[in-house]
């Protein structure tokens, strides 16, 4: 992974505030799910709790307690927590976990509901770029939107970036400069640089802060993207972020 | 019958009875979860059960609460049961036993526990009445209770009450469109098979009636 070296603007090597818990009907599924976003996010703290026990053997389900005290490990770390869960009881067991904690940590924890592993990556991605814990826990809920349908590169126009209507709001274009186009892990380091700034950044049209709207731009390698920004950083947040794109975001 | 109030000793009764009649049913339970679901109803309940007694024979000190029962009960179901029953019953026991702090519970205390059970698994499962899980087991069974305790019945006569009502609810589960859990994913197939999460309520509610008769006749 080289996200971590690509990182603009966050802090490389100090843990997010806000941490994750996956939780699996299967401890290989959980862990799998860690792995996948741990990548995108290296700098979360993310805990995989993944199946139930019986007589010392996994058999398929959730376990309160091994959720109980992931989530505990995560509130005691400093960290608020954004809790996913694979189906129905895995939420279940989430939900339980709120109402067995005291008042002051369960208020330190959400339960946003969504699909499980793109929920888990959109949330670290959030969380990695210093998000607080509703917007990560809202970047979570909002990832069964990619499913909606994708959106094409080259549909957002500079008219859409509504020139000069708000202070800083200047477009420019750009290449993408690596060949295998805007997949996940260059979507993601996008998004974490975009949170280090004090602006509002598209591509395309796309809120480059969320890596699922940059992956629906389906961008291939060479396209030419629009990039825009409002806010008291604008101008270099655009600059940072064309600039990435130009380089191929970590990648040739 | 009118004057027998419930007790420690009738909790654990309960939680005793009910362990008999989910391992009973075990195989009647993951057969219904087996059409319907992923078939491990009827293991986990009685596994849970089972451990529940254990975990009240392991104590020292009988507890000094209903609610202190209902309390051991919920904890240990949650560590035990995997699947959504887990969490369920242990919501369901959780609400039931702080909603139980006392040492004995007369038929308006019946009732109350009731009521915390469902609203319990209403909460937890975010389901509504009439979407094939187990609160058409709940539902019917704590307003059937409220009904019958307002007409001054004893506690026993409000669980019996409440079991009938368990019992036809789990019944009308066979005519319904699965829409939560699993069971979701199979649709209009679900129709025709009863939800096993309601038919292990109505065999809780179902004990804890055995439970307050047989008290009925120690204290005769």
Not at chain 2, 25 to 48: F, T, V, Y
Not at chain 2, 171 to 196: K, M
Request: hydrophobic share 50%; net charge negative.
């Amino acid at each position: 992974m080289t996200g971590g070296d690509v990182t603009v603007g966050g802090d490389v090597g100090r843990v997010a505030p806000v941490g994750l818990v996956l939780v699996a009907h299967a401890s290989e599924l959980a862990r799998g799910a860690a792995s996948v976003a741990r990548q995108m996010a290296p700098d979360v703290a993310i805990e995989a709790v993944g199946g139930f026990w019986v007589d010392g053997l996994e058999s398929l389900g959730t376990d309160v307690d091994s959720v109980l005290a992931a989530v505990s490990r995560q509130l005691d770390g400093g960290r608020d927590v954004v809790v996913l869960g694979d189906l129905g009881s895995a939420v279940l067991t989430a939900g339980l976990v709120l109402e067995l904690l005291e008042p002051s940590g369960a208020a330190r924890v959400r339960v946003p509901g969504g699909p499980f592993v793109e929920g888990a990556v959109a949330a670290a991605v959030r969380a990695a770029g210093g998000a607080g814990l509703d917007e990560v826990a809202a970047a979570a809920h909002d990832a069964a939107s990619q499913w909606n349908g994708a959106r094409t590169a080259g549909e957002g126009t500079g008219a859409e970036v509504s020139d000069g209507e708000i202070p800083g709001d200047e477009s420019v274009r750009v290449t993408l400069g690596n060949t295998t186009g805007l997949h996940a892990r260059p979507a993601a380091v996008l998004a974490r640089l975009v949170a280090g700034f004090d602006a509002k950044v598209t591509v395309n049209a796309a809120p480059a802060e969320s890596v699922f709207e940059l992956m629906k731009l389906a961008a291939d390698g060479g396209a030419e993207l629009e990039v825009a920004a409002v806010g008291p950083d604008a101008t270099q947040a655009r600059e940072a972020v064309v600039a990435a794109i130009a380089s191929g975001l970590g990648e040739r | 019958m009118e004057t027998v109030v419930l007790s420690v000793t009738w909790a654990i009764d309960w939680m005793r009875r009910t362990a008999v009649l989910v391992a009973a049913h075990r195989s009647e339970l993951s057969e219904l979860d087996r059409k319907i679901g992923d078939g491990d109803h009827g293991e986990n309940l009685a596994r849970g059960f089972a451990a529940v007694v254990a975990k009240l024979d392991a104590q020292p000190q009988p507890p000094a609460l209903v609610g202190d029962v209902l309390r051991t009960a919920a904890t240990t179901l949650m560590s035990t049961v995997g699947g959504a029953s887990g969490p369920l019953y242990g919501t369901a026991f959780l609400r039931a036993s702080r909603a139980s702090s006392r040492v004995e519970l007369d038929a308006q205390g019946v009732v109350v526990l009731l009521e915390a059970c469902l609203e319990g698994v209403r909460d937890r499962g975010g389901a509504q009445v009439g979407d094939k899980t187990m609160l058409d087991a709940w539902a019917p069974a704590a307003e059937a209770a409220a009904r019958v305790a307002a007409q001054g019945a004893s506690p026993a006569d409000v669980l019996r009450a409440a079991a009938l009502a368990a019992r036809e609810g789990t019944a009308q589960t066979a005519q319904l469109t699965a829409v939560r859990g699993r069971a979701s994913f199979l649709g209009e197939a679900s129709v025709g098979v009863a939800d096993p999460g309601a038919a292990s309520t109505a065999l809780v509610i179902e004990a804890a009636h055995d439970a307050a008769v047989a008290a009925g006749r120690w204290a005769a």
